[in-house]
C-alpha cells in the first residue's frame, strides 16, 4: 500500500509523527518532493515508476472526482472514496481481498 499526497512536507512530518496509520505504507510520493500535483498524470506516474508497480495491477483511492480520472487517464484502476462500505464493496468487486 502506498501514498500519494498533494501535501507539504511540514504536513506529512506532523502526520507521521501524530499518528501510526503512516507506516502501513510501503512507500510515498509527497507532491512537495515532486513538484507535481493531483491529477497531473506524471504523479501518477511517478508512484509506478519508483516503486516498480504496473497499472493494471494497482488501484487507486481518492475522495476527490478529478483525482480519480487522473489515475484512470494513466491506466489505473480507481475509485473515488465516500465511505468505508462502499470503498470495501468495489474493491471487493474488483477482486481485491484484504
Known amino acids: 500500500m502506498f501514498a500519494l499526497t498533494d501535501n507539504v512536507n ?3 512530518a506532523f ?4 499518528y ?5 505504507f510501503d512507500g510515498e510520493i509527497v507532491s512537495a518532493d515532486v513538484c507535481l500535483l493531483k491529477p497531473q498524470p506524471e504523479i501518477y506516474q511517478s508512484l509506478l515508476s519508483k ?8 488501484v487507486f483511492l481518492d475522495d476527490m472526482r478529478h483525482n480519480v480520472s487522473g489515475a ?4 489505473l484502476s480507481a475509485i473515488q472514496f465516500k465511505h468505508a462500505e462502499q470503498c470495501e464493496r468495489e474493491l471487493h468487486a474488483m477482486g481485491v481481498a484484504f
Open 51 to 58: 516503486y516498480d508497480l504496473e497499472a493494471q495491477e494497482s
Open 20 to 24: 501510526d496509520f503512516w507506516q502501513q
Open 15 to 18: 502526520l507521521q509523527n501524530k
Open 72 to 75: 484512470k487517464s494513466v491506466g
Open 10 to 12: 511540514e504536513i506529512v
